[in-house]
């Protein structure tokens, strides 16, 4: 089975500092999903990247998905405190659901 | 209200006893979801659903139980809790695309957080 990796577990940046989140995993991604999760609350869509070498951006944050298609990189820009929660990334199964990294935590300090 | 609500939010019970947990979407998407999530665990998918009366095991179905009678409602039931179910419980809904399958975005619900003492 496909296992998505996230690095690293967990992260404190001070507000404005640039940041990079990365998803690897074992098998070539076929389809990569971002999402943000705040605490306590679901799941938001951030992007969906499919092609190897794509590059998505909305706002502040930027994600790519290498050529070899193994890897996605989330990166945000000048963080902010809105910017504060869980990211996950997550790969399409055969089954049409989501198989899920474990998630980076992010806090951003004034 | 339009989207995905999941109901209740917050849920204590005793072992032994059953639960249903809620999932209710305005889109008319034709797949449904149900995922738990764990510390140390993430997301794992429990049962999913391509269309009406049409459900599918996922990673971790044991203890679970779901019926789609009708699109817009996907209900997961705990036949007897355990402990080990103690977990946030979160439905998500996808469109289908061409040939059937889900466009796959997936929007989740606010999730329900069960508590099995």
């Known amino acids: 089975s496909q296992e998505l990796e996230q690095s690293p577990q967990s992260l404190i940046v001070q507000e404005g500092k640039n940041l990079t989140i990365n998803c690897t995993s074992s098998?070539?991604?076929?389809?990569l999903y971002w999402y943000k999760q705040k605490y306590g609350e679901g799941l938001i869509f951030l992007m969906m990247l499919q092609k190897g070498g794509e590059e998505k951006s909305h706002e502040k944050i930027t994600a790519k998905l290498d050529e070899k298609k193994q890897q996605s990189s989330l990166h945000i820009t000048a963080s902010q405190p809105s910017h504060a929660g869980i990211y996950l990334c997550g790969a399409v199964t055969p089954g049409y659901a989501l198989n899920f990294g474990k998630g980076t935590s992010l806090l951003v300090t004034p | 209200d339009a989207g995905i609500t999941q109901s209740p939010r917050y849920k204590i019970t005793e072992t032994g006893r059953q639960v249903t947990l809620m999932c209710h979407q305005t889109w008319s998407h034709s797949y449904m979801f149900w995922y738990r999530q764990d510390l140390g665990h993430g997301l794992r998918l429990i049962y999913y659903?391509?269309?009406?009366?049409?459900?599918d095991k996922g990673e971790v179905p044991d203890g679970y139980v779901v019926s789609r009678s009708k699109t817009e409602n996907f209900p997961l039931t705990l036949e007897s809790a355990t402990r080990s179910q103690t977990s946030v419980y979160f439905c998500?809904?996808?469109?289908?695309?061409?040939?059937?399958?889900?466009?796959?975005?997936?929007?989740f619900g606010a999730g329900t957080r069960l508590s099995v003492l």
């Open positions: 659903s391509a269309a009406a009366d049409i459900t």
């Open positions: 098998k070539t991604l076929y389809g």
């Open positions: 998500a809904s996808s469109e289908s695309g061409s040939g059937g399958h889900p466009k796959n975005i997936q929007y």
